[in-house]
């Protein structure tokens, strides 16, 4: 029904009412006031009825590909390379041909660089490795194969942006800081990085992707150690009356509030790796991530409780030889601090299927079959039911049950 036709429609029901009223019920006095009010209902309700809601509020991107959520997710992690390459076929090939049903597919990656070729004249085409020739073909291939595809964008590792603006970094003696591995990180609290990341993640919504992961959401390791050495802009924190521990954890969990709201309109899920030991504990204070509160403002939170990156924990000396021990330990504690939460995450963790030989004087523990499908046996008997399997170069063990429990 159109505006007017709406109008009149209002207009010709009061005006009916008011034929109806009985003459002798009120006094002429009385008439007129009740002919007055009765003109300011008529006009409140006929400008209710034509009142539109606002248009930022009622805007959803439409992508124009349609993904189902799977029952569970269960996916792999993808490179840029991998995603662009030859190799894609095959891990192509594992999903379909298994019960997995999932990719995190890298759109900005470790050192910085965004994994496709953005628009002439983008802001980030100096940082553009074209490993992924056209993105979008890509995605409508998954979702013909019914493949779902999270977006992982690095967020505060970001060795290029450090370079090109030591400003937003760490600097110590006039040169950017980098870490022990030669990796530079940018500054969680300028809100100018923030909006870099969080524009990258708008371009995957964008190209179709169904959720976007940010990973390295956090300061770098060990950063209160550091932190009366290095030189860095604390931004709007600066004056805020707390311990430095607590602006990094505000700055941190400011960002993913942020960057959720700003995705909004784009329909995506927002998810963020965090590392497993931050749900152990109240909050992991030199580089800012406090589980809950990050949980707290996430669709999905994936634990990164990989085996090979626990220390002896849980009373297991050696968590990387008893992979179904640790992650059943440790999902015992996440479950425990999400159900404390008025609006829990779907919990999606990172596990294990690659060796550590760093760990080892001796023959390496050997990851393959046994050992993934004993850590997702341990997280299905915990209630989790969703995962991610980690293999940087995408070399994923054969013959997996990827759903052992059923």
């Given at each position: 029904m159109g505006n007017k036709q709406l109008l009149m429609k209002v207009i010709t029901s009061i005006l009916l009412i008011t034929c109806a009223l009985p003459a002798a019920a009120v006094s002429a006095e009385d008439g007129e006031k009740a002919k007055q009010g009765l003109k300011l209902a008529t006009k409140q309700h006929?400008?209710?009825?034509?009142?539109?809601?606002?248009?930022?509020?009622?805007?959803?991107?439409?992508?124009?590909?349609?993904f189902t959520y799977p029952d569970a997710v269960r996916g792999i992690y993808v490179t840029g390379p991998s995603a662009g390459g030859s190799k894609m076929s095959e891990l192509t090939q594992l999903v379909e041909s298994t019960d997995l049903n999932a990719m995190v597919i890298d759109i900005k990656e470790d050192h910085g660089n965004i994994t496709y070729k953005p628009e002439e004249g983008s802001p980030y085409e100096d940082i553009a490795e074209n490993y992924i020739d056209e993105p979008r073909k890509m995605l409508e291939e998954l979702e013909e194969k019914g493949i779902y595809p999270i977006a992982r964008v690095v967020v505060f590792k970001d060795t290029m942006l450090a370079e090109e603006r030591p400003d937003l970094s760490y600097t110590k003696n006039g040169?950017?800081?980098?870490?022990?591995?030669?990796?530079?990180?940018?500054?969680?609290?300028?809100?100018?990085?923030?909006?870099?990341?969080?524009?990258?993640?708008?371009?995957?919504?964008?190209?179709?992707?169904?959720?976007?992961?940010?990973?390295?959401?956090?300061?770098?390791?060990?950063?209160?150690?550091?932190?009366?050495?290095?030189?860095?802009?604390?931004?709007?924190?600066?004056?805020?009356?707390?311990?430095?521990?607590?602006?990094?954890?505000?700055?941190?969990?400011?960002?993913?509030?942020?960057?959720?709201?700003?995705?909004?309109?784009?329909?995506?899920?927002?998810s963020v790796d965090i590392f497993g030991y931050s749900a152990t504990i109240t909050e992991a204070p030199n580089i800012g991530q406090n589980f809950s509160k990050i949980s707290s403002n996430v669709d999905v939170i994936s634990s990164m409780i990989y085996p090979s990156h626990w220390g002896p924990?849980?009373?297991?000396?050696?968590?990387?030889?008893?992979?179904?021990?640790?992650?059943?330990?440790?999902?015992?504690?996440?479950?425990?601090?999400?159900?404390?939460?008025?609006?829990?995450?779907?919990?999606?963790?990172?596990?294990?299927?690659?060796?550590?030989?760093?760990?080892?004087?001796?023959?390496?523990?050997?990851?393959?079959k046994a050992e993934v499908e004993e850590q997702i046996r341990a997280l299905e008997e915990n209630g989790i039911h969703e995962y991610l399997i980690w293999n940087a170069v995408n070399s994923y063990s054969p013959n997996v049950d990827y759903t052992p429990m059923n």
């Open positions: 006929a400008l209710k009825q034509l009142e539109l809601p606002d248009p930022a509020a009622r805007f959803v991107y439409d992508s124009g590909l349609d040169e950017v800081w980098v870490n022990g591995r030669g990796e530079a990180f940018v500054n969680p609290f300028m809100k100018e990085v923030w909006e870099y990341n969080v524009e990258i993640a708008k371009q995957a919504a964008e190209m179709g992707f169904e959720e976007i992961q940010f990973d390295y959401v956090r300061f770098p390791e060990g950063f209160g150690n550091r932190d009366d050495i290095l030189s860095y802009n604390q931004g709007e924190y600066a004056d805020l009356e707390m311990e430095s521990v607590q602006k990094r954890v505000k700055a941190v969990t400011d960002f993913v509030a942020y960057a959720r709201e700003e995705l909004k309109e784009y329909g995506v899920d927002v924990y849980f009373g297991i000396s050696k968590p990387d030889t008893e992979p179904y021990r640790l992650v059943s330990e440790y999902a015992k504690v996440e479950n425990e601090v999400l159900d404390k939460l008025e609006d829990r995450p779907t919990s999606r963790p990172w596990i294990q299927d690659f060796e550590a030989p760093w760990l080892y004087s001796g023959p390496t523990k050997q990851y393959g």
